[in-house]
């Protein structure tokens, strides 16, 4: 096995060291928890005839055994999401799949499930960043009836698949793995998509135009196909050894995904505590398979909203990872992968390509992952080395193409797209930010220019739409941040400054919003904290201060004197009609909880109690 990278040793160091206590605290309150016996065993006859009332005959006989595992689905079906309409078959077919081995499954309980696709730019955004602790919230109340041995989560998309991770650490002394539905096919371009959202945004075509062409990008079941932060958490999952090999990018509805969701029903029921192989969710998610999820996304081009959810989802199990970390690690990372919005292609054509299974071979054999963690398929992440096919109609692996079927899509990591994975740390007196610059062409990563401050999305819009931006400046978008307004995503600002900068013009986002897992070839900083309701300087920006944002040297600051900026009063924004309708007000006990973004924009603080029982925060 070839020797690990020095950067990624040493900051997998660092962060052993950061979490000690909240590990060590996590890990015993797990070991625990965990037990040999059936889990319900231990309630009462009256429990478990609550629980097995609504069951079949066999069933309710296979639970008052008590002598094979029962395994809780925790779904976010809905048939609104593309992503997740195929999750409505999977229960009964995972219950079919389990009854061969004696084994049981029951719907432990569903989360919610929003799509950001419907809510950009609308009210509903407001509560997507927040949605993410209520599936967390709602994954523990539905394993909490603790009668089962191991758990499946169904879920995809952006919020849910974090959500489902967080609240699924909580009883991490049992086998957990992820289910996913795979990408609807293909269907126009991505460069024909950019081009229409383009033209509209000039106002040269209208909405019927704009919808034809949106409803023939988005138009069947399955994951959107681009690789934002759904196609993200796929990978995660998979680097992460959550997943069944191979499972990530497999379309609904084909034989090779009907024989996934059979195959891991059958494999979490075989590494309960009940089974001969006891793999809990504890012991595959350590300080390990975190540093690989993040070295995976800078592989591939991944969401930066992973900047605030993998921190949330590590500090679940008691790993403390910042932004200093993400830029150590993308600094000695290659960019093996170019899928849109860093590249034309989509995630069919990656998958084609060679996909994961490419990835994670070239990145083991670079030692740029940590090959020797445990997975769900047992020792070594090699087994996520290998693709899945069919032999004969059962579910097989083999060794991927020893070369990309298409390098303007998946390279080898001798010859990468970029030497580094495009993301890059922000500081300055500004405070701190992410920018990913994977689909930022280098003429465009440095910019000081004039700010221009906008009161909302909605604001730069209009004056763009009349005509008064054609200039060089920085975009200035403050009190966007989780306390604020629960951290919106920004994504209907790329159209109008993509259109600015085709003209020409320099231009560049400065927010402590989100933009999304779409960001593109507008520079972007994004997630800047403090947050301008928290005290941080973006809110003392006024119009004509000239920002400087440079991805190179990875700088963001204000050029003014700085006791002129220490002296300066923040602004205030009137954020009252931006609390309340399509259920906004049901969160400000969220938006006053909520901790800042590097911190993982978490409502709850699970590592400062996870540092207590050790003997103090970390």
């Known amino acids: 096995m070839p020797k690990l990278n020095k950067t990624v040793e040493a900051v997998t160091a660092r962060i052993v060291e950061r979490s000690r206590r909240t590990r060590a605290a996590y890990l015993a309150q797990m070991r625990q928890a965990a037990g040999r016996e059936p889990r319900r065993r231990a309630v009462s006859c009256g429990n478990l005839a609550h629980a097995a009332a609504a069951c079949g005959a066999e069933e309710k006989k296979a639970l008052a055994r008590g002598d094979g595992p029962n395994i809780g689905i925790v779904t976010a079906y809905n048939d609104m999401l593309s992503a997740h309409q195929p999750l409505k078959d999977y229960p009964d077919r995972i219950k079919a799949a389990l009854r061969e081995l004696g084994a049981t499954a029951q719907v432990a309980g569903g989360v919610p499930a929003m799509c950001d696709g419907v809510t950009q730019g609308q009210a509903g955004m407001d509560l997507s960043l927040f949605s993410r602790d209520v599936i967390a919230l709602a994954t523990a109340v539905s394993l909490s009836h603790d009668v089962y041995d191991g758990a499946l989560m169904l879920g995809v998309c952006d919020k849910i698949v974090p959500g489902l991770f967080i609240g699924a650490a909580r009883f991490g002394w049992m086998p957990v793995m992820f289910l996913p539905a795979g990408p609807m096919p293909s269907g126009i371009t991505n460069d024909e998509k950019a081009r229409v959202r383009q033209l509209y945004a000039e106002g040269k075509i209208g909405r019927d135009e704009l919808l034809a062409a949106e409803s023939a990008s988005y138009h069947s079941p399955g994951?959107?196909?681009?690789?934002?932060?759904?196609?993200?958490?796929?990978?995660?999952?998979?680097?992460?050894?959550?997943?069944?090999?191979?499972?990530?990018?497999?379309?609904?509805?084909?034989?090779?995904?009907?024989?996934?969701?059979?195959?891991?029903?059958?494999?979490?029921?075989?590494?309960?505590?009940?089974?001969?192989?006891?793999?809990?969710?504890?012991?595959?998610?350590?300080?390990?398979?975190?540093?690989?999820?993040?070295?995976?996304?800078?592989?591939?081009?991944?969401?930066?909203?992973?900047?605030?959810?993998?921190?949330?989802?590590?500090?679940?199990?008691?790993?403390?990872?910042?932004?200093?970390?993400?830029?150590?690690?993308?600094?000695?990372?290659?960019?093996?992968?170019?899928?849109?919005?860093?590249?034309?292609?989509?995630?069919?054509?990656?998958?084609?390509?060679?996909?994961?299974?490419?990835?994670?071979?070239?990145?083991?054999?670079?030692?740029?992952?940590?090959?020797?963690?445990?997975?769900?398929?047992?020792?070594?992440?090699?087994?996520?080395?290998?693709?899945?096919?069919?032999?004969?109609?059962?579910?097989?692996?083999?060794?991927?193409?020893?070369?990309?079927?298409?390098?303007?899509?998946?390279?080898?990591?001798v010859d990468p797209f970029s030497k580094t994975g495009g993301l890059v740390l922000l500081e300055g007196n500004l405070g701190r930010a992410v920018i990913k610059v994977s689909a930022v062409k280098e003429n465009r990563r440095t910019i000081e220019a004039p700010a221009i401050v906008f009161r909302s999305q909605k604001e730069l819009m209009d004056r763009f739409k009349a005509g008064e931006l054609n200039r060089d400046f920085v975009a200035v978008v403050p009190f966007q941040g989780p306390k604020a307004n629960g951290m919106p995503e920004l994504h209907k600002l790329t159209p109008p400054l993509g259109v600015l900068q085709d003209k020409g013009y320099r231009v560049a986002l400065v927010t402590d919003g989100r933009m999304s897992g779409a960001s593109g070839k507008v520079p972007a900083a994004i997630h800047l904290t403090p947050e301008a309701l928290d005290g941080g300087a973006i809110a003392k920006i006024r119009d004509g201060d000239v920002i400087r944002l440079d991805a190179e040297t990875g700088e963001l600051s204000a050029m003014l004197d700085e006791e002129e900026l220490a002296a300066r009063a923040p602004a205030k924004a009137d954020l009252s009609g931006e609390h309340w309708g399509a259920g906004r007000e049901l969160f400000a006990g969220m938006r006053a909880l909520v901790g800042g973004a590097e911190e993982g924009a978490m409502t709850f603080r699970l590592e400062e109690r996870l540092g207590a029982k050790a003997g103090g925060a970390s």
Not at 231 to 243: F, K, T, V, Y
Not at 288 to 306: D, P, Y
């Open 223 to 413: 994951t959107c196909t681009f690789y934002g932060t759904a196609n993200s958490n796929q990978m995660m999952m998979e680097i992460m050894g959550l997943h069944l090999p191979g499972s990530a990018f497999v379309n609904p509805g084909t034989p090779l995904r009907e024989a996934f969701v059979a195959e891991t029903a059958r494999r979490v029921a075989s590494i309960t505590a009940l089974a001969d192989e006891y793999i809990p969710f504890c012991d595959i998610v350590d300080e390990r398979a975190i540093v690989n999820a993040v070295i995976g996304l800078h592989a591939t081009g991944g969401s930066t909203n992973h900047t605030i959810h993998l921190i949330a989802m590590a500090r679940a199990v008691g790993v403390l990872i910042d932004w200093t970390d993400f830029s150590d690690l993308s600094k000695v990372t290659p960019l093996l992968a170019r899928v849109y919005p860093n590249g034309r292609a989509d995630v069919n054509q990656f998958q084609a390509a060679g996909g994961l299974a490419f990835v994670i071979r070239e990145l083991i054999d670079a030692g740029l992952l940590h090959e020797d963690v445990k997975t769900a398929m047992g020792e070594g992440l090699s087994r996520y080395a290998e693709e899945a096919w069919l032999d004969d109609g059962r579910l097989a692996w083999r060794a991927p193409p020893a070369a990309s079927a298409d390098e303007e899509i998946l390279r080898p990591a």
